[in-house]
């Protein structure tokens, strides 16, 4: 929350290297996923969600809460 609030205040693009999904869902506009050491996918975190992307869905929707928010997101489109 403060990282976005920082941005939003002072007009400017934050680069975040993250692992924790809940940050990347909640506060990534533009996400690149980064598989080794090249680019595998990239879209925003609203795209995430609707992909068929393998390299996006074998590493976001390992857990089974992930597995379930996609399939909510589904569900409500």
Not at 16 to 40: F, P, Q, R
């Amino acid at each position: 929350e403060l990282i976005k609030s920082i941005t939003l205040e002072y007009n400017m693009t934050t680069v975040i290297n993250t692992h924790d999904m809940n940050s990347v869902l909640e506060i990534g506009d533009n996400v690149l996923l980064l598989k080794n050491g090249v680019k595998a996918w990239e879209g925003s975190s609203a795209e995430i969600l609707a992909t068929d992307d393998e390299s996006v869905v074998s590493y976001v929707f390992r857990s089974n809460l992930f597995k379930k928010v996609r399939q909510a997101f589904r569900d409500m489109a």
